[in-house]
């Protein structure tokens, strides 16, 4: 395995966890969906996921999509409200 | 490493100074703020607690400290703990290794020495996670890829991004 497979079932982790904790896992799977793929990207999905059954990808794709990380967004916003002579004094 | 080939897949691993700069009045270089909107984050423990060193040590009668503490604050609790990464002990016994003999080899002070273990710490989280950290402290981070083994670093400078590297150690 290496970093970008790590890095992608981190974020997918990390999707699963901040949904969860939103409640958007609970209740029952009760729809269902059909879609058709490229064989190369259902491929490159499962290894980089590690997942091996489709259902599993379509939620783990569903749930980085659904979850998306908006620190770094945030923080470009941020400028301008640190004076220029903070230090954290290392 | 140029900001503008880093993969749409990657997750970056913020040093404290990203945090920094991002939020004093001179910003971040255009290529690592448009990094930073468009692909995910991960925070070390490190950083957090530099951070959060940082608040601790303002003073209170300095004018900016009241603005300095809520920006701190602001950001300490937008930092999600399911998105916080942590060095495994192995991690630590490489990292300080690294430190110390580099600490050695450079000649420095004891104060240089604890701020390179700190540094060393953070290169070898990103290692473990495989994630690409992104710096702005050039020398150490430049320092450390030469003897610390393959990682994927970004380093910048407050003007525009001016380094880089993903390299193997010799």
Known sequence: MDGLETATQLRIQHAREALSQAGVLDGAKNTRITVRVQDRLLELARQRSGLSSDSDLVNAGLALLAAQDNFGLWLVGQKGKLSDDFDIGR | MDPTVVRSTETLLLDTTVYIDGAKPLGLPPGIVA????????????????????????????????????????????????????????????????????????????????????????????????????????????????????????????????????????
């Open chain 2, 35 to 170: 990094l930073l909107a468009s692909h995910p984050v991960r925070h070390s423990a490190l950083c957090i607690g530099e951070l959060a060193f940082g608040y601790g040590s303002l003073d209170p009668g300095h004018p900016a400290t009241t603005r300095n503490r809520a920006l701190i604050a602001d950001l300490l609790g937008r930092v999600e703990m399911t998105n916080v990464v942590a060095l495994s002990a192995a991690g630590w016994a490489k990292a300080g290794s690294l430190a110390g003999a580099l600490s050695r080899m450079q000649g420095f002070a004891h104060d240089r020495r604890r701020a390179l273990l700190i540094d060393a710490a953070l290169f070898v989280t990103a290692q473990e996670a495989g994630l690409t950290l992104v710096s702005g402290n050039i020398s150490d981070m430049d320092l450390l890829l030469q003897v610390g083994g393959e990682a994927k670093l970004l380093l910048y400078d407050v003007g525009p991004p001016v380094s880089a590297g993903s390299a193997a150690s010799p």
